[in-house]
């Protein structure tokens, strides 16, 4: 039963992952084992990014040994396979006008860690280790950029790097895109420096006043961010960050990412 569910939900994402994989090495003196299929190392990967399972944990009903999924997963991150997929699901959405950029929102969540880099002691979490998963999401919810970092990281200082990850994306008309009408966000990104660098590119910003506005409203608009970060939560193993490597932690939130945009495709 486990197989086959997570067969059934790398079934489309295979399609577009066969894409970005790089082509497997062949020796040039012949012989040697013979190589897993890719297709399987996918869906053991989506099982312990769905499950939250640890390597050690993953069932061996994919057809694949812990040491090869775990292999595999570490050379397509080095390789930035999980961004590359993230793209191209991207730009298949938005050429079928699923993106809507009239309004954006971005927001953060703490996570604990053991160790690794980009952890810091989490304000909220009396001092224990932690990263933030930061993101901005479209208009109907999704995530069109995402990042990590330190959970002592102030939320303003990555408001520059998520606009500026924004990938070039598709239209169903006109040229490619890569920012929004506008910007909606809470209190914490509520700097004259922010709102003129969004100013200078075009962008309005909506960010809450210190001060102004009541902490007890979350927003008529900003709730579809949350509502995102629920949706990464949906996938378990970034619940708590088990990754030394901060590349393979960003790898496991592009995942989440692209589950979320195949449920939008089928």
């Not at 699901?89 to 860690?113: E, H, Y």
């Not at 909506?206 to 900003?222: M, T």
């Not at 996938?235 to 708590?240: A, E, F």
């Amino acid at each position: 039963m486990q197989r086959s569910a997570e067969e059934r939900r790398s079934t489309g994402l295979w399609e577009l992952f066969e894409l970005v994989v790089p082509e497997a090495s062949v020796r040039p003196q012949g012989g040697g084992r013979r190589r897993c299929e890719d297709r399987a190392v996918l869906a053991a990967i989506v099982f312990v990014a769905a499950s939250g399972c640890t390597w050690r944990q993953l069932p061996p009903v994919f057809g694949a040994s812990l040491q090869t999924v775990h292999r595999r997963f570490t050379d397509w991150s080095t390789v930035r396979v999980w961004a590359k997929l993230h793209r191209v699901l991207l730009d298949r959405l938005g050429a079928n006008a699923r993106v809507d950029w009239s309004r954006c929102t971005i927001d953060s969540i703490s996570v604990r860690a053991v160790k690794g880099p980009l952890t810091g002691p989490n304000p909220t979490d009396r001092g224990k280790k932690g990263s933030k998963i930061h993101a901005i999401c479209d208009r109907s919810g999704l995530p069109i950029s995402v990042g990590i970092s330190a959970a002592n990281l102030h939320d303003s200082q990555a408001l520059v790097p998520l606009m500026q990850g924004i990938p070039s994306i598709c239209s169903r008309r006109g040229p490619r895109r890569r920012r929004p009408t506008k910007l909606h966000a809470d209190k914490g990104y509520d700097f004259d420096r922010l709102r003129n660098w969004l100013r200078r590119r075009q962008i309005v910003p909506r960010i809450a006043r210190r001060g102004k506005e009541s902490s007890d409203r979350r927003g008529r608009h900003r709730w579809v961010i949350e509502r995102t970060l629920s949706w990464l939560g949906g996938c378990r193993r970034l619940h708590r960050r088990y990754e030394r490597k901060a590349e393979h932690f960003l790898a496991f939130v592009g995942l989440a990412c692209a589950l979320i945009y195949n449920r939008r495709l089928l």
